[in-house]
């Protein structure tokens, strides 16, 4: 195992085990990589001894352990024979002469201060590494290296088998004979590196060779060098050549080497150069590392580990920079090809395999790193070991120091399961410290986007299948230490990434709007299929099937099913992890070790994977919920200890209720009624302490029962919601009374525990938000009926404290993170009056009797603490500015927070506008009212115009610069990047996991309450410029919103697409197209106008249409219910249909379609709707298509209106895809060609879009990728296509020019093949239209000159089968194309390969003459073809010389040179 | 069991003509015809024997749906002629054309059971 041996070269000292005249061994590596503890290279070299007797079994050094591992392993051959086969003296002369040669490479190497060296003495060895450590050698070395520090170079070490044996075949050459002794010269440090370089396109990769390093301390040690730096872990066929080579250097004179050195080093690139010495020079340096270092070797004291680590610093900053090079590249690669994304991805992944961590989780250096096929096919399934070898896993590192030289991610999983509990404990920490790391920085990558090591790709590779993570953990937790099975917990909890999510979710709960949890099981999205036009963004699924969670017991299975195996376990883990270890029965464990008494840390540990397991999906919760005793001795610990103390685990046990709950209203009801909820949430009820007494107990304790009355108030949020526990609220009102009202500031942020009381504060609002919902209507009489509603009598008192709260003075001298708690109760303040508001509000009434006296109490409130600017009013800025620029220039946090208080203040005077205005004041009484209540009286909003006119851009300029970070999500089909949960799963940067999306989605609520009250002006009256283009960057920005949104909030979408297809909307969109034909150059008007009523059924039909298409959920398949309703409706189904609705608060990703694909907007016309099978849709097929294209055309013209600083999300989605969805929609009919304006639309369509295609052409990018871009069946695709346009086209012009684009050069060929395959089988190559009628430029279709094989066949034959003759007469393009390439390819410079395939596709078409004359002008065309942009004929020379080729393939075969002939006094004629 | 009668796929029904005409309103010389009870075997000679005539500038035909046993053919020609009467001469041709085929087939078989008679 390359563990071993890799670890032992780390640290090169004398086994001491070993005593000096045991017998060395020739070994073969084949041998070697069997044994164990890597004696080989603990610098012995095989070369020592050749001619020592060779017994048939290897003595192992390191025996000393219980386990009884094969110390003895049969030896098979000394493959070392070889290098003294030419008979000179055998015994130590040889083992020098391997490294004489180098010395004289000593002017061409990196010098090193030589040093005297007398002979074998292992007594002092270790001194000697010392001092040659600290000598002067270092510091030459630093020199160098940072002389070579600037070089970039990207190296790729790959197994060196190929690169090794390139190069002794170039040193053969140069050896032949010469045998030459040079041991006078062999003092002295050498170092010959030998590389051979490949430059491939960009990407350089380095491969090296073979490294020789000499050092001036031993011959023994010198070889032990020499063989490390040759990669001798890398197998045995690599140390194979490699003493090959060295035998063939051996046998070098001093010249001979200068020679092929020069030689070499001259075919390099002096970077490449530098970068290799200064990594030679990096191993040097951490050698030196561990060497001093030898003496620590606490390896089981894990608690000393930092200490250590901290030492390696200067080793990691070394090892840090080659992998940054190695890990932005990668990652700046992939963010540019879509095409190869995956392999890029791949590609990154399969790097961490060589990655080296440390003990707390940094990355060591890969340079050792290489990993062999052999190696990693023997460590393939992670258990590598068999039980023959267990020993030689379990002595992993023993000797020297085990951290220094870090360990791989699966050796360090190998090694949880090693037989030392500290071992297992270290692998542990270290797994748990390198995932902690990777979450962080993944997080982090978001705000600086280089990060220096590809944590991404280590998170990835770690959790992915590979490893078997998971099944490790999931033994380890089973172990019977403590300290490992508290390791083990620490590491399951950052597989899950608890604390991460955990810090997300908080944060989210903090906002009023929301919604409930969002499940964090990993998902992909369903396949795309043709009937949705191959469009992506089907229905999210879990990558685990929820039936393969909890395996039910083998008694209830089927007999046929094969039993169940870890092998399926480990499957499943492999799709997510979360769901892997809750299947491998993790839950009844954690029961166990709950009951068990555990530490408080590993309590909280345990409670923690609880929580991140519920959170993971419903049916993880239900498990969590189904498993015996789990809940109840949580609950029971939770009263167990003291009852005032409050611990972290308290805290947590809350939130793992309060998210159980959550999932299903049964659990909550269950809990409620076995007392559990009493139970934990007791403080509450308890006397309400004032708070001087709070204040009193000290920060520590403040900030515990904070986080715990928080969490306890969520509980009970979570039971109003589910309308659970209504009457029994007034218990708790009175302890929430102290928390309402508005404290001494100053005496709080003098004790510092602002946050501490704001956060309690702000919840119990966030409660009684939610008891305001279930407020009955103010108007209705009498009293609530059912138990549902609450009584209006808590919130009298209420109200006037939540007043006092929106006075808000002295926020500007607040600090960032008072203000920050600070706004969050003001939010929720706000949040929790709009509610009141609302309930006051009565449906379908224009006017109200009376007006309660808190609604003017409101509006007052917001105009005297200046919210807004008034016109009467001068302030100097308002709060809404504030609040404003807080969102633009805060942090994270705050700047949710700000943006929240501005949702709830807009919604709040939205509503008191609203109130005050069916409450019909009579305006003469309010002429003596001051100027604030004639504020009031004439609302709100309409005095601050501007303001909230500014607000609205200032938030749309920032949506529409938000939008992409929603997009990485589904950069791959399944389980985006990593299978972890939560922030941990896929996407970059946390993706939706993050604070980045949170703030997205929160502008995106407040831009959707901001479109709710401003109005659109109508269309009729305001055709200004302006006015139109402030109206299309809303559409633009509503667009944009759309993709922000995530899943669970359906109704924004919803209403943000009620917004988008208003009619006055649409006309603005009409207008917007007719300025943006105006301005374009070249573009007709249109010589018609859509209808009012034509707009109207627009507005209607694409309503609908992406209501239904995007924002439908699932139902999930239930054969009984679907029996029932063909039978009739009976009651059984009622009754399914309305329990679905209340269950849960949470919300999934699976079953639904959000967030939306980037290209959403197209699916209106690119759906499929065949006529005869009609789908559900009720809609008129062919209305939505032409609405589709109307909207289309419309939000591309949007772009020439807007500012460079506003991206739109319309020209971000590919080209390809348009051009597809065009395509689509004639799939389905010809009804769009026919009717005369949408065919105008589709035909401005195509020109748009060849014009961008002929932009791009310039860059010389292959921007049409249908078949890898789109899917990968798109040849049916093509197939369908072109029957539907040589079935019912009647040759139609503009149907021939989109699938002429399917012949465009910068499509992919295969693609180009099939298309022209359909066509030529369809017999319509004619009916394409001449390239200038196409919409690119003819260049487009020219311009590189076909060489694709297959493509040239295909011309040929079509040419053949005479499936071109038509299109000669008619001037389609197709034969334009086929003269091109054909002449082009014939006649231009063929070599090689091609010559054949010329002769060939010469051949054929002369033979087909010779048969067809009809085929003479084609033919003549053919010979004096030019390029179509001249004129003028070609010269008469070219068309000899062309004649005189053809004349050449026919090879004397008479009946084609007859033809040739023929054709050649044709020519002649011509010409004369 | 759903499935049509057999007898549907040949058999047209009664009061539908086995062939309708009908002139594209947009396009001169322009022309779908609908072929009952006919499949891809008519369909395809039909449209390649077409594709010869010089006058045709399109003609293609679709078979609606699997299990509707109808051709819908397009036919656009040029001025010289017209969709019916391309449509007419296609048939004769094509009628001609598998005589000619039937009878060279038959007088071959004749000639060759004649020599196997003499044997």
Not at chain 1, 332 to 361: I, M, P
Not at chain 1, 1252 to 1273: A, G, M, R
Not at chain 1, 1294 to 1309: C, D, K, P, T
Request: negative net charge; glycine residues 6%; proline residues 4%.
């Amino acid at each position: 195992m390359k563990k071993v041996s890799s670890g032992g070269n780390k640290n090169p000292k004398p086994p001491k085990t070993k005593p000096l005249g045991a017998t060395l061994l020739g070994i073969n590596e084949n041998d070697a990589a069997g044994l164990i503890g890597g004696i080989v290279e603990k610098g012995f070299s095989e070369t020592m001894l050749p001619s020592a007797p060779q017994p048939s079994v290897l003595p192992f050094p390191v025996a000393r352990h219980r386990s009884h591992g094969p110390h003895w392993a049969p030896k098979v051959k000394n493959f070392n024979v070889n290098n003294y086969g030419d008979g000179d003296d055998v015994d130590g002369v040889g083992e020098r002469e391997d490294f004489d040669g180098m010395d004289l490479a000593a002017n061409v190497a990196n010098p090193v201060p030589r040093k005297e060296k007398k002979g074998l003495d292992f007594g002092k060895w270790q001194e000697k590494m010392k001092i040659n450590g600290n000598s002067g050698l270092s510091e030459k070395k630093k020199e160098t290296e940072r002389a070579s520090h600037g070089g970039h170079v990207k190296e790729q070490y790959m197994t060196v088998n190929n690169k090794v044996s390139a190069i002794s075949e170039e040193i053969k050459e140069q050896s032949r004979g010469s045998l030459h002794s040079v041991n006078a010269i062999s003092k002295g440090t050498t170092k010959v590196e030998m590389e051979h370089t490949q430059h491939n396109g960009s990407c350089k990769e380095i491969h090296t060779v073979s490294e020789i390093e000499r050092k001036p301390i031993s011959h023994m040690d010198s070889s032990f060098a020499a063989r490390k730096l040759v990669g001798e872990e890398n197998g045995s066929i690599e140390s194979q050549i490699d003493s090959e080579n060295c035998a063939r250097l051996s046998q070098m004179s001093a010249d001979e080497i200068a020679e092929a050195q020069a030689e070499i080093m001259a075919k390099l690139n002096p970077e490449l150069i530098n970068a290799l010495k200064k990594r030679a020079q990096a191993k040097v340096k951490r050698q030196k590392f561990s060497d001093s270092e030898q003496s620590e070797k606490n390896l089981s004291t894990v608690t000393a580990d930092s200490d250590r680590t901290c030492s390696h610093d200067s080793v990691k900053n070394v090892a840090g920079e080659a992998q940054m090079e190695e890990g932005n590249k990668a990652s700046v690669n992939t963010s540019k090809e879509n095409c190869s994304l995956w392999d890029a991805w791949s590609k990154r992944v399969e790097s961490v395999r060589g990655l080296k961590f440390s003990l707390d989780g940094s990355v060591i250096n890969s340079d050792f790193a290489h990993v062999s096929d052999s190696e990693s096919a023997s460590s393939q399934s992670g258990s590598g070991y068999s039980e023959d070898n267990v020993s030689q896993r379990d002595f992993l590192r023993t000797e020297g120091d085990p951290g220094a030289s870090g360990y791989t991610i699966k050796e360090a999983i190998a090694l949880t399961r090693s037989v030392v509990p500290g071992q297992r404990t270290l692998a542990l920490h270290l797994l748990a410290s390198v995932l902690d790391r990777a979450i962080v920085s993944i997080c982090r990558n978001q705000v600086e986007p280089e990060g220096s090591v590809d944590w991404e790709a280590i998170w990835a590779f770690t959790l992915g299948p590979e490893p078997e993570l998971v099944f490790s953990l999931r033994m380890c937790l089973d172990d019977n230490h403590n300290s490992v099975v508290h390791a083990c917990a620490k590491a399951i909890q950052c597989v899950l990434s608890c604390d991460m999510n955990e810090y997300i979710f908080d944060i989210s709960e903090k906002t009023p709007t929301y919604l409930g949890d969002v499940c964090t099981a990993p998902v992909f999205r369903s396949k795309p299929d043709i009937n949705a036009g191959f469009l992506r963004g089907g229905f999210w699924k879990y990558n685990t099937k929820p039936s393969n969670i909890i395996v039910s017991d083998e008694s209830d299975k089927p007999e046929g099913e094969g039993e169940r195996t870890i092998k399926d376990d480990i499957v499943v883990a492999g799709q997510d992890t979360a769901s892997g270890l809750v299947r491998m029965e993790i839950l009844p464990r954690i029961c166990h070790l709950l009951e068990t008494d555990p530490a408080v840390s590993l309590e909280e540990c345990l409670i923690s994977i609880l929580i991140a397991l519920a959170r993971h999906s419903p049916e993880c919760a239900a498990a969590i919920i189904n498993c015996e005793r789990l809940v109840q001795t949580i609950a029971n610990r939770f009263t167990l200890k003291q009852q005032t103390e409050i611990n972290p685990c308290k805290i947590k046990s809350v939130i793992l209720l309060k998210v159980l709950a959550r999932v299903d209203k049964k659990s909550c009801l269950k809990f409620i009624k076995n007392g559990i909820f009493q139970k934990v949430t007791w403080h509450l009820y308890r006397y309400p302490l004032s708070l001087d007494q709070w204040l009193k107990s000290g920060k520590e304790a403040c900030k515990l029962t904070s986080a715990l009355l928080v969490e306890q108030l969520r509980l009970w949020k979570v039971c109003l919601q589910y309308g659970y526990c209504i009457s029994e609220f007034s218990d708790i009102f009175t302890t929430l009374c102290v928390w309402l009202s508005v404290p001494t500031m100053d005496k709080l942020i003098n004790n510092n525990v602002m946050n501490e009381y704001c956060a309690i504060t702000k919840e119990s609002y966030l409660l009684l938000d939610v008891l305001a919902g279930k407020l009955p209507n103010f108007y209705s009489k009498g009293t609530p009926q059912d138990s549902n509603t609450c009584s209006w009598s808590h919130f009298g008192t209420t109200i006037d404290l939540a007043l006092e709260w929106m006075n808000v003075k002295g926020i500007h001298n607040l600090q960032d993170f008072e203000l920050n708690s600070l706004l969050w109760v003001i939010s929720s303040v706000f949040n929790m009056l709009s509610s009141v508001l609302k309930a006051v509000i009565l449906e379908n009434t224009s006017s109200l009797q009376w007006l309660p006296d808190f609604v003017p109490k409101i509006g007052l409130q917001i105009i005297k603490n200046g919210y807004l600017r008034f016109s009467g009013f001068s302030e100097n800025g308002s709060l809404v500015e504030y609040l404003c620029n807080l969102r633009l220039k805060s942090e994270q946090e705050l700047a949710i927070s700000s943006t929240c208080c501005l949702q709830g203040l807009v919604q709040v005077i939205a509503s008191v506008d609203k109130l005050i205005n069916l409450a019909n004041l009579e305006p003469s009484k309010y002429q003596s009212l001051s100027s604030e209540d004639k504020i009031l009286a004439n609302g709100i909003l309409k005095s601050s115009v501007v303001e909230v006119r500014d607000m609205l851009t200032s938030f749309m300029r920032l949506i529409t610069n938000e939008w992409q970070c929603m997009q990485p999500i589904e950069i791959f089909s399944r389980g985006g990047l990593a299978p972890g949960v939560g922030v941990g799963w896929g996407a970059p940067g946390g993706g939706y996991w993050s604070l980045k999306t949170l703030l997205a989605q929160q502008d995106t609520i407040l831009l959707n309450h901001l479109l709710q009250i401003s109005e659109i002006p109508s269309a009729i009256d305001a055709l200004e410029a302006e006015e139109v283009g402030c109206t299309l960057q809303m559409i633009n920005c509503v667009l944009a919103a759309c993709i922000i949104v995530g899943p669970g909030n359906n109704s924004v979408i919803d209403r943000l697409l009620s917004f988008i297809f208003q009619v006055p909307v649409l006309k603005y969109l009409d207008m917007g197209i007719r300025q943006f034909l105006n301005i374009r150059k070249g573009s007709k008007d249109f010589r018609w106008n859509y209808e009012k009523d034509e707009i109207f059924s627009f507005s209607n039909v694409l309503a609908t249409h992406f209501k239904n298409r995007w924002l439908n959920i699932k139902k999930k398949q239930n054969p009984v219910s679907q029996n029932n309703s063909k039978r009739g409706r009976n009651s059984l189904e009622t009754i399914h249909e309305g329990t679905e609705e209340s269950t849960s608060l949470i919300h999934e990703w699976a079953h639904q379609r959000l967030h939306l694909p980037a290209h959403w907007f197209l699916s209106a016309i690119s759906t499929v709707h065949l006529k005869e099978t009609d789908m559900e849709e009720p809609l008129d097929f062919l209305e939505v298509s032409k609405g589709g294209l109307f909207f289309l055309l419309g939000i591309e013209a949007i772009p020439t209106f807007l500012t460079s600083e506003c991206s739109s999300p319309v020209q971000w989605v590919p080209i390809v895809w348009k051009l597809h969805a065009l395509s689509v929609v004639l799939l389905s009919g010809m009804g769009v060609l026919e009717d005369e304006k949408s065919r105008d639309v589709y035909e401005t369509l195509q020109n748009v879009y060849g014009e961008i295609l002929d932009e791009k052409k310039l860059s010389t990018v292959k921007s049409l990728q249908f078949e890898s871009d789109i899917h990968q069946n798109y040849s049916t695709f093509i197939e369908a296509l072109v029957d539907q346009f040589a079935a019912e086209s009647y040759g139609d012009e503009v149907f021939g020019r989109q699938i002429a684009i399917y012949l465009h050069g910068s499509v992919e060929a295969s693609v180009r093949l099939d298309a022209w395959n359909a066509l030529s089988n369809a017999r319509v190559l004619e009916l394409l239209p001449p390239l200038t009628k196409c919409f690119t430029k003819a260049e487009g279709y020219l311009e590189p000159i076909e060489d694709d094989e297959k493509i040239l066949e295909a011309y040929v034959k079509s040419w053949v089968s005479g499936a071109l003759e038509k299109a000669a007469n008619r001037g389609s393009m197709t034969l334009s194309l086929v003269l091109h390439h054909l002449s082009s390819f014939i006649f231009g410079n063929v070599a090689g390969e091609k010559l054949s395939l010329r002769n060939k596709l010469t051949k054929s078409l002369l033979r087909d003459y010779s048969r067809k004359q009809q085929h003479k002008g084609m033919m003549v065309k053919l010979i004096c073809y030019k390029k179509h942009d001249t004129t003028m004929k070609q010269p008469v020379t070219e068309v000899e010389k062309r004649l005189q080729l053809l004349k050449e393939i026919c090879e004397g075969n008479s009946s084609l040179v007859t033809a040739v002939e023929d054709l050649e006094s044709f020519i002649r004629r011509d010409l004369n | 069991m759903n499935a049509p009668d057999r007898y549907e796929r040949f058999v047209v029904p009664e009061g539908v003509s086995k062939v309708s005409y009908e002139r594209d309103t947009k396009i001169i010389n322009a022309a779908s015809f609908t072929v009952e009870r006919e499949d891809h075997t008519i369909g395809n000679i039909l449209r390649m024997q077409l594709h010869r005539d010089d006058n045709v500038l399109f003609a293609g035909y679709k078979l609606p749906h699997p299990l509707k046993y109808k051709i819908l053919l397009r036919i656009h020609t040029t001025s010289q002629s017209s969709p019916m009467q391309a449509y007419n001469q296609a048939i004769d041709d094509l009628d001609k054309e598998l005589d000619h085929l039937k009878n060279e087939f038959e007088t071959e078989l004749a000639r060759h059971t004649g020599k196997m008679m003499e044997y």
